[in-house]
């Protein structure tokens, strides 16, 4: 998928996390999280995982991470990851079934 504007999904309540996705050139990350020192790969790996499994080649990602787990992080960056690509909900298969 092709990053074409700025989107935003999540929030900065506690156990969610705040994703910007915004276009770039590669992937640069950047991850601002109370839990870094313990979760910090795991976060980074979760994000990257779903932005490859998006096929997302070149964007600037932005997480504000308040202790959320996983299945919410993945969550979060694939909804940013289509709203900055402008697709609605209908019709999308959303979590594994994309490939």
Do not use: F, H
Not at 58 to 71: E, I, N, Q, S
């Amino acid at each position: 998928m092709i990053i074409e504007k700025s989107a935003i999904a999540g929030t900065l309540e506690s156990s969610d996390v705040q994703v910007v996705v915004e276009p770039g050139t590669g992937i640069e990350l950047s991850i601002e999280s109370s839990v870094i020192n313990q979760y910090g790969r795991q976060i980074k790996a979760a994000i990257l995982e779903t932005l490859d499994r998006l096929e997302v080649k070149d964007a600037k990602v932005t997480v504000v991470d308040k202790g959320a787990l996983d299945c919410t992080i993945k969550a979060r960056v694939e909804c940013a990851v289509y709203r900055s690509c402008g697709k609605s909900a209908a019709g999308l298969p959303w979590g594994a079934a994309i490939r």
